[in-house]
């Protein structure tokens, strides 16, 4: 049983129990992530295209293991453009 955050994709549909190796609990799939802009210093909620790489070994990578220092693809499609995010969004909340 895999016991930290994962990705799986849209399409993922769980092999037969006889057949599974790795369980990976519903409660801990995710499908976004908040990711900072490092120049607007601000943290949008994009949706996870995929693990590219996990520091802890290839299984974790296969797996989809979201761990400190797995690189992730996100979809950056999503937010708005850049010239039209009002000021007030970015300003930190006190």
Do not use: D, W
């Amino acid at each position: 049983m895999v016991t930290k955050a994962t990705f799986v994709g849209p399409g993922f549909t769980r092999k037969p129990p006889k057949y599974e190796r790795f369980i990976r609990p519903t409660g801990l799939r995710f499908t976004k992530a908040h990711v900072t802009h490092p120049e607007l210093k601000c943290t949008f909620n994009l949706e996870i295209i995929g693990v590219k790489k996990n520091p802890n070994g290839p299984t974790y990578t296969s797996l989809g293991v979201i761990t400190k220092g797995t690189i992730i693809e996100v979809n950056t499609s999503s937010p708005p453009s850049l010239s039209q995010i009002p000021i007030y969004l970015c300003e930190p909340v006190i």
